[in-house]
Protein backbone atom coordinates (compact mmCIF):
# COMPACT_ATOMS: atom_id res chain seq x y z
CA UNK A 1 0.00 0.00 0.00
CA UNK A 2 2.90 2.13 0.92
CA UNK A 3 4.13 1.90 -2.35
CA UNK A 4 1.64 2.47 -4.31
CA UNK A 5 0.89 5.35 -2.34
CA UNK A 6 4.25 6.69 -2.86
CA UNK A 7 3.57 5.85 -6.91
CA UNK A 8 0.96 8.03 -6.83
CA UNK A 9 2.72 10.59 -5.39
CA UNK A 10 5.55 9.81 -8.38
CA UNK A 11 2.80 11.00 -10.54
CA UNK A 12 1.34 13.59 -8.95
CA UNK A 13 5.12 15.50 -8.93
CA UNK A 14 5.56 14.65 -12.36
CA UNK A 15 2.43 16.50 -13.21
CA UNK A 16 3.10 19.67 -11.05
CA UNK A 17 6.63 19.68 -12.72
CA UNK A 18 4.86 20.06 -16.15
CA UNK A 19 2.75 22.62 -15.26
CA UNK A 20 5.39 25.05 -13.58
CA UNK A 21 7.44 27.69 -15.55
CA UNK A 22 7.44 30.64 -17.40
CA UNK A 23 4.68 29.52 -19.19
CA UNK A 24 1.69 28.41 -16.66
CA UNK A 25 0.15 25.61 -18.56
CA UNK A 26 -2.94 23.86 -16.59
CA UNK A 27 -3.59 20.72 -15.44
CA UNK A 28 -6.36 20.22 -18.59
CA UNK A 29 -4.16 21.41 -20.95
CA UNK A 30 -1.39 19.12 -19.58
CA UNK A 31 -3.36 15.91 -19.34
CA UNK A 32 -5.00 16.20 -23.04
CA UNK A 33 -1.16 17.04 -24.45
CA UNK A 34 -0.39 13.85 -23.60
CA UNK A 35 -3.61 12.10 -24.16
CA UNK A 36 -3.64 13.21 -27.67
CA UNK A 37 0.28 12.02 -28.37
CA UNK A 38 -0.50 8.71 -27.36
CA UNK A 39 -3.59 8.98 -29.63
CA UNK A 40 -6.38 8.34 -27.02
CA UNK A 41 -7.62 11.87 -27.71
CA UNK A 42 -8.19 14.65 -30.47
CA UNK A 43 -8.71 17.43 -28.61
CA UNK A 44 -7.63 21.02 -30.52
CA UNK A 45 -5.00 22.77 -28.15
CA UNK A 46 -2.54 25.73 -28.13
CA UNK A 47 0.44 24.34 -30.35
CA UNK A 48 2.97 26.32 -27.85
CA UNK A 49 1.23 24.98 -24.90
CA UNK A 50 1.46 21.39 -26.82
CA UNK A 51 4.99 21.49 -27.90
CA UNK A 52 6.54 22.72 -23.95
CA UNK A 53 4.88 19.85 -22.91
CA UNK A 54 5.39 17.19 -24.84
CA UNK A 55 8.92 18.63 -25.83
CA UNK A 56 10.29 20.29 -23.22
CA UNK A 57 8.58 19.85 -19.57
CA UNK A 58 7.45 15.88 -19.84
CA UNK A 59 10.57 14.60 -20.94
CA UNK A 60 12.54 16.89 -18.48
CA UNK A 61 10.02 15.24 -15.33
CA UNK A 62 10.46 11.55 -16.44
CA UNK A 63 14.67 12.29 -16.78
CA UNK A 64 14.38 13.93 -13.47
CA UNK A 65 12.02 11.07 -11.93
CA UNK A 66 14.51 8.15 -13.48
CA UNK A 67 17.50 10.04 -12.69
CA UNK A 68 16.66 10.42 -8.80
CA UNK A 69 15.54 6.81 -8.56
CA UNK A 70 18.83 5.43 -10.09
CA UNK A 71 20.80 8.06 -7.50
CA UNK A 72 19.10 6.74 -4.67
CA UNK A 73 19.73 2.53 -6.02
CA UNK A 74 23.11 3.23 -5.81
CA UNK A 75 23.25 5.35 -2.76
CA UNK A 76 21.26 2.18 -1.10
CA UNK A 77 23.17 -0.64 -2.38
CA UNK A 78 26.65 1.21 -1.81
CA UNK A 79 25.14 1.44 1.69
CA UNK A 80 24.69 -2.01 1.95
CA UNK A 81 27.91 -3.47 0.48
CA UNK A 82 30.24 -1.49 2.51
CA UNK A 83 28.48 -1.20 5.49
CA UNK A 84 28.66 3.24 5.79
CA UNK A 85 26.08 5.26 6.46
CA UNK A 86 27.91 8.10 4.32
CA UNK A 87 28.14 5.47 1.38
CA UNK A 88 26.79 7.21 -1.95
CA UNK A 89 27.68 7.00 -5.75
CA UNK A 90 29.99 9.74 -5.44
CA UNK A 91 31.92 7.91 -2.33
CA UNK A 92 33.81 5.97 -4.77
CA UNK A 93 35.12 8.26 -7.34
CA UNK A 94 32.33 7.21 -10.07
CA UNK A 95 30.86 10.46 -10.73
CA UNK A 96 34.11 12.32 -10.53
CA UNK A 97 35.76 9.95 -13.45
CA UNK A 98 32.60 10.65 -15.20
CA UNK A 99 32.83 14.05 -15.00
CA UNK A 100 36.47 13.75 -16.23
CA UNK A 101 35.59 11.83 -19.19
CA UNK A 102 33.26 14.21 -20.13
CA UNK A 103 34.88 17.20 -19.81
CA UNK A 104 37.94 15.70 -21.75
CA UNK A 105 35.41 14.96 -24.58
CA UNK A 106 34.01 18.44 -24.83
CA UNK A 107 36.77 21.11 -24.36
CA UNK A 108 40.19 18.83 -25.33
CA UNK A 109 38.18 16.58 -27.97
CA UNK A 110 39.30 13.22 -26.42
CA UNK A 111 38.80 10.19 -29.03
CA UNK A 112 39.06 12.64 -31.91
CA UNK A 113 35.17 13.19 -32.11
CA UNK A 114 34.96 9.17 -31.70
CA UNK A 115 33.45 9.36 -28.26
CA UNK A 116 30.80 10.91 -27.45
CA UNK A 117 29.61 12.79 -23.92
CA UNK A 118 27.68 9.84 -23.09
CA UNK A 119 30.83 7.42 -24.01
CA UNK A 120 33.40 10.00 -22.70
CA UNK A 121 31.19 10.04 -19.12
CA UNK A 122 31.43 5.98 -19.23
CA UNK A 123 34.93 5.50 -19.76
CA UNK A 124 35.78 8.17 -16.89
CA UNK A 125 33.51 6.44 -14.72
CA UNK A 126 34.66 2.84 -15.39
CA UNK A 127 38.37 4.46 -15.35
CA UNK A 128 37.72 5.22 -12.08
CA UNK A 129 36.10 2.31 -10.65
CA UNK A 130 39.17 0.45 -11.77
CA UNK A 131 41.40 2.95 -9.76
CA UNK A 132 39.30 2.14 -6.99
CA UNK A 133 39.30 -1.32 -7.23
CA UNK A 134 43.42 -1.70 -7.87
CA UNK A 135 44.11 0.79 -5.03
CA UNK A 136 41.85 -1.09 -2.11
CA UNK A 137 43.01 -4.73 -3.60
CA UNK A 138 40.43 -5.69 -5.53
CA UNK A 139 37.54 -7.34 -2.96
CA UNK A 140 40.01 -7.95 -0.08
CA UNK A 141 40.63 -4.51 0.92
CA UNK A 142 37.72 -4.09 3.24
CA UNK A 143 34.89 -1.66 3.51
CA UNK A 144 37.29 1.22 5.26
CA UNK A 145 39.80 0.68 2.70
CA UNK A 146 37.31 0.55 -0.31
CA UNK A 147 35.58 3.75 1.03
CA UNK A 148 39.19 5.38 1.36
CA UNK A 149 40.50 4.77 -2.46
CA UNK A 150 37.13 6.54 -3.18
CA UNK A 151 37.80 9.57 -1.26
CA UNK A 152 41.14 9.54 -2.98
CA UNK A 153 40.03 8.94 -6.61
CA UNK A 154 37.15 11.88 -6.37
CA UNK A 155 40.21 13.90 -5.38
CA UNK A 156 41.99 13.19 -8.44
CA UNK A 157 39.31 13.38 -11.06
CA UNK A 158 37.98 16.38 -9.56
CA UNK A 159 41.51 17.68 -9.85
CA UNK A 160 42.05 16.86 -13.47
CA UNK A 161 38.66 18.36 -14.64
CA UNK A 162 39.69 21.50 -13.09
CA UNK A 163 42.82 21.41 -14.54
CA UNK A 164 41.55 20.61 -18.03
CA UNK A 165 38.92 22.95 -17.87
CA UNK A 166 41.45 25.88 -16.52
CA UNK A 167 43.84 25.09 -19.22
CA UNK A 168 42.05 24.51 -22.05
CA UNK A 169 38.79 25.62 -22.00
CA UNK A 170 37.83 29.00 -23.32
CA UNK A 171 35.64 31.65 -20.58
CA UNK A 172 31.95 30.68 -21.94
CA UNK A 173 33.11 27.25 -22.28
CA UNK A 174 34.62 27.04 -18.05
CA UNK A 175 30.93 28.85 -17.47
CA UNK A 176 28.65 26.46 -18.89
CA UNK A 177 30.88 22.99 -17.71
CA UNK A 178 30.92 24.80 -14.28
CA UNK A 179 26.89 25.08 -14.40
CA UNK A 180 26.24 21.40 -15.92
CA UNK A 181 28.72 19.99 -13.26
CA UNK A 182 26.34 21.16 -10.97
CA UNK A 183 23.31 19.23 -12.20
CA UNK A 184 21.69 20.64 -15.14
CA UNK A 185 18.31 18.89 -16.71
CA UNK A 186 17.37 21.85 -19.17
CA UNK A 187 19.50 19.59 -22.40
CA UNK A 188 17.26 16.60 -21.89
CA UNK A 189 15.21 15.54 -24.64
CA UNK A 190 12.86 11.87 -25.20
CA UNK A 191 16.48 10.19 -26.40
CA UNK A 192 17.85 10.83 -22.87
CA UNK A 193 14.65 9.78 -21.36
CA UNK A 194 14.76 6.30 -23.58
CA UNK A 195 18.48 5.77 -22.33
CA UNK A 196 18.60 6.23 -18.79
CA UNK A 197 15.10 4.29 -18.19
CA UNK A 198 16.10 1.61 -19.89
CA UNK A 199 19.60 1.56 -17.86
CA UNK A 200 18.00 2.32 -14.16
CA UNK A 201 14.76 -0.32 -15.28
CA UNK A 202 17.90 -2.98 -15.43
CA UNK A 203 19.57 -1.64 -12.71
CA UNK A 204 16.94 -1.86 -10.52
CA UNK A 205 16.12 -5.65 -11.74
CA UNK A 206 19.55 -6.61 -10.78
CA UNK A 207 19.15 -5.12 -7.49
CA UNK A 208 16.39 -7.07 -6.22
CA UNK A 209 17.86 -10.25 -7.88
CA UNK A 210 20.46 -9.37 -5.23
CA UNK A 211 18.38 -8.01 -2.44
CA UNK A 212 18.72 -11.34 -0.22
CA UNK A 213 22.17 -11.06 -0.89
CA UNK A 214 22.45 -7.69 0.43
CA UNK A 215 20.62 -8.20 3.98
CA UNK A 216 22.98 -10.88 4.76
CA UNK A 217 25.98 -8.10 3.83
CA UNK A 218 24.23 -6.44 6.90
CA UNK A 219 25.97 -8.96 8.92
CA UNK A 220 29.38 -8.55 7.24
CA UNK A 221 31.53 -10.12 4.73
CA UNK A 222 32.14 -13.20 6.84
CA UNK A 223 28.65 -14.05 7.74
CA UNK A 224 27.83 -13.41 3.98
CA UNK A 225 30.65 -15.89 2.84
CA UNK A 226 29.59 -18.39 5.75
CA UNK A 227 26.21 -18.75 4.15
CA UNK A 228 27.59 -19.02 0.09
CA UNK A 229 27.65 -16.18 -0.95
CA UNK A 230 30.50 -15.45 -3.10
CA UNK A 231 31.55 -11.63 -1.89
CA UNK A 232 34.27 -11.06 -4.09
CA UNK A 233 31.88 -11.78 -7.22
CA UNK A 234 28.83 -9.63 -5.75
CA UNK A 235 30.57 -7.05 -4.95
CA UNK A 236 32.11 -6.84 -8.45
CA UNK A 237 28.39 -7.07 -10.45
CA UNK A 238 26.85 -4.41 -7.89
CA UNK A 239 29.79 -1.76 -7.57
CA UNK A 240 30.01 -2.11 -11.81
CA UNK A 241 26.22 -1.61 -12.16
CA UNK A 242 26.00 1.36 -9.87
CA UNK A 243 28.97 2.47 -11.86
CA UNK A 244 26.95 1.89 -14.98
CA UNK A 245 23.80 4.26 -13.33
CA UNK A 246 25.91 6.86 -11.72
CA UNK A 247 27.94 7.02 -15.44
CA UNK A 248 24.41 7.23 -17.64
CA UNK A 249 22.65 9.96 -15.14
CA UNK A 250 26.37 12.10 -14.95
CA UNK A 251 27.04 11.95 -18.55
CA UNK A 252 23.17 13.64 -18.69
CA UNK A 253 22.61 15.61 -16.31
CA UNK A 254 26.19 16.10 -14.27
CA UNK A 255 26.79 15.85 -10.72
CA UNK A 256 23.86 15.82 -8.33
CA UNK A 257 24.80 15.39 -4.67
CA UNK A 258 22.93 14.08 -1.88
CA UNK A 259 20.67 12.05 -3.58
CA UNK A 260 22.36 8.90 -3.23
CA UNK A 261 22.91 9.92 0.45
CA UNK A 262 19.73 10.83 2.17
CA UNK A 263 17.15 9.27 0.12
CA UNK A 264 17.97 5.63 1.44
CA UNK A 265 18.08 6.42 4.88
CA UNK A 266 14.22 7.97 4.16
CA UNK A 267 13.47 4.53 2.80
CA UNK A 268 14.46 2.76 5.24
CA UNK A 269 12.36 4.83 7.68
CA UNK A 270 9.22 4.18 5.63
CA UNK A 271 10.12 0.64 4.65
CA UNK A 272 12.22 -1.28 6.62
CA UNK A 273 15.84 -2.33 6.12
CA UNK A 274 14.63 -5.77 4.38
CA UNK A 275 15.94 -5.05 0.29
CA UNK A 276 12.99 -6.21 -1.25
CA UNK A 277 10.86 -3.53 0.31
CA UNK A 278 13.39 -0.80 1.13
CA UNK A 279 15.35 -0.66 -3.29
CA UNK A 280 11.32 -0.19 -4.81
CA UNK A 281 10.96 2.15 -1.91
CA UNK A 282 14.34 3.81 -2.45
CA UNK A 283 13.50 4.22 -6.30
CA UNK A 284 10.02 6.16 -5.55
CA UNK A 285 11.67 7.95 -2.76
CA UNK A 286 14.05 9.17 -5.20
CA UNK A 287 12.31 10.05 -8.14
CA UNK A 288 9.99 12.01 -6.00
CA UNK A 289 12.67 13.73 -4.25
CA UNK A 290 14.24 14.60 -7.60
CA UNK A 291 11.20 15.60 -9.78
CA UNK A 292 10.43 18.47 -6.87
CA UNK A 293 13.85 19.49 -6.29
CA UNK A 294 14.19 20.07 -10.57
CA UNK A 295 10.87 21.82 -10.21
CA UNK A 296 12.00 24.36 -7.12
CA UNK A 297 14.89 25.36 -8.97
CA UNK A 298 12.65 26.57 -11.84
CA UNK A 299 10.25 27.46 -9.62
CA UNK A 300 12.34 29.51 -6.71
CA UNK A 301 13.63 32.50 -8.96
CA UNK A 302 11.51 34.28 -11.83
CA UNK A 303 13.14 33.63 -15.14
CA UNK A 304 15.86 32.17 -13.87
CA UNK A 305 17.39 27.88 -13.59
CA UNK A 306 19.40 27.48 -10.94
CA UNK A 307 21.47 23.92 -10.61
CA UNK A 308 18.96 21.34 -9.35
CA UNK A 309 22.60 20.34 -7.55
CA UNK A 310 22.05 23.41 -5.73
CA UNK A 311 18.74 22.77 -4.65
CA UNK A 312 19.32 19.15 -4.03
CA UNK A 313 22.27 19.89 -1.12
CA UNK A 314 20.34 22.56 0.23
CA UNK A 315 17.75 20.55 0.89
CA UNK A 316 19.55 17.38 1.69
CA UNK A 317 21.74 18.71 4.20
CA UNK A 318 19.06 19.96 6.70
CA UNK A 319 17.30 16.51 6.09
CA UNK A 320 20.41 14.37 6.91
CA UNK A 321 20.94 16.61 9.66
CA UNK A 322 17.56 15.91 10.88
CA UNK A 323 18.35 11.89 10.49
CA UNK A 324 21.26 11.89 12.33
CA UNK A 325 19.51 13.86 14.69
CA UNK A 326 16.30 11.49 14.58
CA UNK A 327 18.64 7.78 15.19
CA UNK A 328 21.40 9.02 17.69
CA UNK A 329 21.49 6.71 20.29
CA UNK A 330 23.32 7.83 24.03
CA UNK A 331 26.57 6.22 24.52
Known amino acids: ?15 LSVRTGDLPISPETTFYAVTNSLGWTHVPLNRIHESVVMDYRLSRALAAAFCGAGL ?42 ALTLSMGAFVGAFVAFLFVALLSNGTRGGTDRTILSGVAASQLFNAL ?32 VQLVSVVVLA ?22 A ?11 VLFAGTALMAATIVSMVGSIGFVGLVVPHAARFLAGPLHTRLLPACAITGAIFMVLAD ?9 QVL ?8 VGVPFFSLIL ?3 QRPS
Open 1 to 15: MLLAFCAVLTLAAIA
Open 72 to 113: ALCGAVLQSLLRNALAEPYVLGISAGASTGAVSVVVIGLGAG
Open 161 to 192: TSYIVTTAADAQQARDIMFWLLGNFSGVRWPD
Open 203 to 224: GLVLCLLYARVLDAFAFGDDAA
Open 226 to 236: ALGIHVGRTRI
Open 295 to 303: TASRALIPH
Open 307 to 314: PVGVVTAL
Open 325 to 327: YRF
